[in-house]
Each structure stands twice: as structure tokens, then as C-alpha cells.
């Protein structure tokens, strides 16, 4: 399974707006990807709800999780610069 541990660095943690767009890319994807965190709690990407519900903030490390399938390592990759931003 495809895999990234990434630790947040978006500014003020996760908050709606990256949550809808890891919700978006998700959904495009078509294929489950789920979030989990240190501590094991885990929620699937397409739910908006459920990832905000992991109260996800600055700092903390997560793994984002797909099945194989084309273009998993490039929504992995997506979905981890959502939550750490490159610096230009």
C-alpha cells in the first residue's frame, strides 16, 4: 500500500480548506484514502467531517494511506503538500 508520513506544517493546522481540497483530490482519485494519526485514530479522506474531527494541527505527524493503483504516489503527493506546504 502506498504510503506518506508527512508532518503538518500548513499554517493554523488543518482547517477546512485544505480539508475540502484533500476531500477533492480524494474524490478524483476514486479510490479510498484514509488519514491516521499518532495516536491510531483514522478517518477516509472523502469525509469532510470525519478528518476535521481529528482536530489535525500544526506540527502533528500523520500517514496518509491508498490502495496501488495508477497515479497513487502522485495523490499521496498532492494530498502531502496540502498539509506541508513547499516554501517557494
Known sequence: MPTRRVTI????G?????VAELARLALAYGR????RT???AEADVTSVLAVMDLAL???DTV???TVDGPASDAVLDAMADVL????P
Open 57 to 59: 494541527a500544526e506540527g
Open 63 to 65: 500517514e496518509l494511506t
Open 32 to 35: 479510498p484514502v484514509v488519514v
Open 38 to 40: 499518532a495516536d491510531g
Open 14 to 18: 488543518v482547517h477546512a480548506r485544505p
Open 84 to 87: 506541508a506546504p513547499r516554501l
Open 9 to 12: 506544517s500548513a499554517h493554523n
